[in-house]
């Protein structure tokens, strides 16, 4: 069975073991030379054009800049703390570059790190170093990233859905309770919480103490512990 890859206007049929050929200019910045090399011939090999390569967050940036990729292969962890410096370049790269795609290979799967890419908007992707196995799936991860895709390994998924759970400021509300906050959100006074609710006001008045007590909002300003709770409540949504 043979498949069909297009680009642009030309298509041309490709046997199965085929290279996949992609017209990408990347820079790859990973401060271990044989994993960096052995990248690059690959890529090249796949018909991708590697057109620089780094082995540190300074000469990234000026690699960078000389070439305006379609895309940048960068480690979080990098010299010369071997902590952050490629997730700090990777920020400079995106409000310098913001129609470079950037993909981030790491050791660990960090959470905050994760985050942070993800708000600063399209075309990222983190994936695992551990976890890439399959040559075509990376290839096309690549493409997608610098087309404008955010690609996230499965097992950060997992790590950020558990971190959200452990933050999440209204776990420790019942559900009548996040019911109660709700309406509080639109405006409802207690009496008229009471009415949507089919209880009695001193009912929703335990409630909204309850709420308040679970939040951790000590202001004295009963009014003003509300409008404390309703923020809460809608930065949590």
């Known amino acids: 069975m043979t498949s069909q890859i297009s680009s642009g206007n030309h298509s041309r049929r ?30 090249t090999r ?8 780094a082995g540190d967050a300074a000469q990234l940036l000026s690699v960078v800049r000389d070439t305006s990729p379609d895309l940048v292969v960068v480690d ?19 409000g310098e570059h913001p129609e470079t795609g950037i993909l981030v290979l790491s050791a660990h799967a960090d959470v905050e790190d994760a985050m942070e890419l993800l708000a600063s908007g399209q075309g990222i992707g983190y994936l695992l170093k551990s976890r890439v196995t399959d040559i075509a799936d990376f290839l096309d991860t690549m493409a997608r990233i610098a087309k404008g895709a955010t690609v996230l390994d499965p097992a950060l998924v997992q790590e950020l859905v558990s971190y959200r759970r452990r933050n999440d400021p209204l776990a420790a509300l019942s559900a009548r309770e996040r019911e109660v ?7 409802r006074s207690n009496v008229g919480i009471a009415h949507s609710l089919c209880v009695a006001e001193g009912t929703v008045e335990k409630h909204v103490r309850s ?10 300003s009963e009014n003003h512990r509300r409008v404390l709770a309703v923020i809460t409540f809608l930065e949590a949504r």
């Open 14 to 43: 490709t046997e199965p073991g085929d290279p996949v050929r992609l017209s990408l200019r990347v820079v790859l910045a990973e401060d271990d030379v044989l994993l960096r090399e052995g990248m690059a011939s690959l890529l």
């Open 46 to 53: 796949s018909g991708i054009d590697v057109v620089g390569q």
């Open 76 to 94: 979080i962890r990098m010299p010369p703390t071997q902590t952050t410096e490629g997730l700090d370049a990777a920020r400079v790269i995106r």
């Open 181 to 187: 906050l709700a309406l509080m959100a639109e405006g």
């Open 211 to 220: 709420i308040l007590t679970k939040l951790g909002i000590t202001e004295t």
